[in-house]
């Protein structure tokens, strides 16, 4: 199984809080572990121009106002930003789906500070990690749900919107979710 390019979909009664009700958009899975990015989660306190700001990046007017997501538990100061693939980094970015890429290193928000970043890009601090048949465990006791990732729901729903509409996109109602796995 290798979900790169998925969605995971926190169940109800997930044992991490840092994952309740989370939308995972996963960057790497193989049989070492796995990589994401938290989708949905915007940091309280940081928006992209205070980011800029500390690395000494001038910004643009609309640049500043985006918001910082949090990305996931672990390394809570290293920044990723999961982007359109119209934008490719000179050092490195890595290439998930023929619509997306992850660029983690400093040209990208050089680039999105001048105003030649990709068209759409989610700017994150810290990600979600998995090592080897972790997240395959957590999704056999109900941990989590896997969808398919779309540019739209990605890119262009509303953080508070996209838990309920990954869930949707895989048929499912938020209010049938159980915390309860059953087992035949």
């Known amino acids: ?32 572990g796995a990589m994401g990015l938290i989708i949905n989660k915007a940091t309280p ?20 106002a985006q918001a910082v997501l949090y990305g996931g ?35 990208v928000l050089e680039d999105i500070g001048a105003g030649q970043g990709p068209d759409e ?13 972790q997240l395959e465990s957590e999704i056999a006791q109900n941990g989590w749900l896997t969808a398919d990732a779309t540019q739209d729901l990605v890119f262009n729903t509303p953080f508070d919107q996209q838990w309920g509409r990954a869930l ?4 499912v109602a938020a209010l049938n979710l159980s915390a309860e796995a059953g087992h035949a």
Request: hydrophobic letters at 45%.
């Open 1 to 32: 199984m290798n979900l790169t390019g998925k969605l995971l979909i926190s169940m109800p009664g997930i044992s991490d809080n840092a994952f309740d009700n989370t939308v995972v958009f996963l960057c790497s899975h193989n049989a070492e």
């Open 45 to 64: 306190d940081v928006s992209l121009g205070d980011l800029l700001g500390q690395l000494e990046i001038k910004a643009s007017h609309e640049t500043k």
């Open 73 to 107: 538990p672990v390394e809570l100061k290293r920044g990723f930003v999961l982007h359109s693939r119209d934008y490719v980094s000179k050092v490195k970015t890595l290439d998930i789906a023929p619509w997306v890429g992850m660029t983690a290193t400093l040209d």
């Open 121 to 133: 890009a989610l700017v994150m601090l810290g990600y979600a990690g998995w090592g080897a048949g």
């Open 168 to 171: 949707e996109s895989i048929g």
